[in-house]
């Protein structure tokens, strides 16, 4: 378990995929100016990751889907872009899945429905129809559709 939260904290250390035995990475609330480390998918012990609120950037590295453990997973209220990779669905322990409040922009992938969270808050991004069953009425309302084609 290893919690920096609240630290202004404006980049998470590459070396923190050393730390392979971790089960827990709560590293939000902080000021980063970059986006999430590659070597975060080593972590593959983890069941929580929560890098939510953070001015996280780039995007949702495809390799996250490694970390099957995962039960928890917030990344809300960053500035991440690009698609959800379609690795998300590797993601079957998932019951909490949070991506709302980012400029996320495609279709979110129907992998995403594989997860044990019946409702991925997705709302608040810039995704385009059609969208999987298992998203909220509430989040398909919020989309910025207009770059849709």
Same mark, same amino acid.
């Given at each position: 378990y290893?919690?920096?939260?609240? *630290?202004?904290? +404006?980049?998470?250390?590459?070396? @923190?995929?050393?730390?392979?035995?971790?089960?827990?990475?709560?590293?939000q609330? *902080?000021?980063?100016?970059?986006?999430?480390? +590659?070597?975060?998918?080593?972590?593959?012990?983890?069941?929580?990751?929560?890098?939510?609120? +953070?001015?996280?950037?780039?995007?949702? /590295?495809?390799? @996250?889907? *490694?970390?099957?453990?995962?039960?928890?997973?917030?990344?809300?209220?960053?500035?991440?872009?690009?698609? @959800?990779?379609?690795?998300?669905? *590797?993601?079957?322990?998932?019951?909490?899945?949070?991506?709302?409040?980012?400029i996320?922009?495609?279709?979110?992938?129907?992998?995403i =429905?594989?997860?044990?969270?019946?409702?991925?808050?997705?709302?608040?991004?810039?995704? =385009?129809? /059609?969208?999987?069953? =298992?998203?909220?009425?509430?989040? @398909?309302?919020?989309?910025?559709?207009?770059? =849709?084609?």
């Amino acid at each position: 378990y290893l919690e920096l939260s609240q *630290n202004e904290l +404006s980049k998470i250390p590459s070396e @923190i995929g050393n730390l392979i035995n971790l089960t827990q990475l709560r590293l939000q609330d *902080n000021q980063y100016t970059e986006g999430i480390p +590659s070597e975060i998918v080593n972590l593959t012990n983890l069941n929580g990751l929560y890098l939510h609120n +953070s001015g996280l950037t780039g995007e949702i /590295p495809p390799e @996250i889907g *490694n970390l099957t453990n995962l039960t928890d997973l917030y990344l809300y209220d960053n500035q991440l872009s690009g698609e @959800i990779p379609p690795e998300i669905g *590797n993601l079957i322990n998932l019951t909490e899945c949070g991506l709302a409040g980012n400029i996320l922009t495609g279709v979110i992938p129907e992998e995403i =429905c594989n997860q044990g969270d019946t409702n991925p808050e997705v709302g608040y991004n810039k995704f =385009c129809p /059609p969208y999987p069953e =298992c998203i909220s009425q509430g989040d @398909i309302d919020s989309q910025d559709t207009s770059n =849709c084609p």
